[in-house]
């Protein structure tokens, strides 16, 4: 079966930096994407990585390791406003996106 | 508008009734996708369209329906609703189909009693 791991929640400071991590088994890749999504919103894109390397775009950067499956989304300078639900999903070989159950990050001053 | 719309924001639906979930998008997005999400798993694809005139079943689809009549409008039809159907209900869309950034709607949030 196809099955993405993340964190089910994490806790950090203001300021800080954090790293959330995202495994994946499923019946081929075609790209990894990350959305955040605040209690009560809908999910919204972040980042997306078809290629082995770091992503980066602004506070936020993704890693991506095909061979590993494995992902993380890195959050620097954090703020309170980070706090929210962050989302993996992957790309299958049929260009369904399968979803992880998300990892909710709470920013504590 | 811009972007997705979805309504009702919310229901409270008693079982056995039917009930229609709107959405409409006003980017020209090709494909629009369904999904349920529940507490504690991932967001679970219910029906799919790639464009007008076509429609696909996801991983969840029974009990379900859907139709495209035109590029804007993806309304999802629960014909005689569970109690197992209460969840938040979001609508995306995509420029293109599988190969594109999916863009979602603010959700419905739906009870079934």
């Known amino acids: 079966g196809q099955n993405i791991d993340q964190p089910t929640e994490m806790t950090a400071t203001e300021g800080a930096i954090v790293q959330i991590n995202c495994t994946y088994q499923?019946?081929?890749?075609?790209?990894l994407f990350w959305y955040q999504q605040h209690a009560g919103e809908a999910p919204t894109f972040l980042s997306y990585n078809v290629l082995d390397g770091l992503e980066e775009k602004g506070r936020f950067s993704s890693f991506l390791s095909r061979s590993k499956g494995y992902s993380y989304l890195l959050l620097k300078e954090l703020q309170m406003k980070d706090s929210a639900s962050y989302l993996c999903a992957v790309r299958d070989r049929d260009y369904q996106l399968i979803w992880g159950a998300g990892t909710k990050l709470i920013i504590k001053p | 508008i811009a972007g997705i719309t979805q309504a009702p924001t919310s229901q409270i639906l008693a079982a056995g009734r039917r009930m229609t979930l709107r959405c409409t998008q006003d980017m020209r997005h090709n494909a629009m996708y369904w999904y349920r999400q529940d507490l504690g798993l991932g967001l679970r694809l219910i029906h799919y369209s790639n464009t007008a005139g076509t429609t696909g079943k996801g991983e969840v689809p029974d009990g379900y329906s859907v139709s495209r009549a035109n590029t804007d409008d993806f309304p999802l039809t629960l014909a005689s609703a569970v109690p197992s159907q209460t969840s938040v209900y979001f609508c995306?869309?995509?420029?293109?189909?599988?190969?594109?950034?999916?863009?979602f709607g603010p959700g419905t949030r739906l009870t079934v009693l």
């Open positions: 499923t019946s081929g890749f075609n790209g």
């Open positions: 995306a869309s995509s420029k293109v189909p599988g190969t594109d950034t999916q863009y």
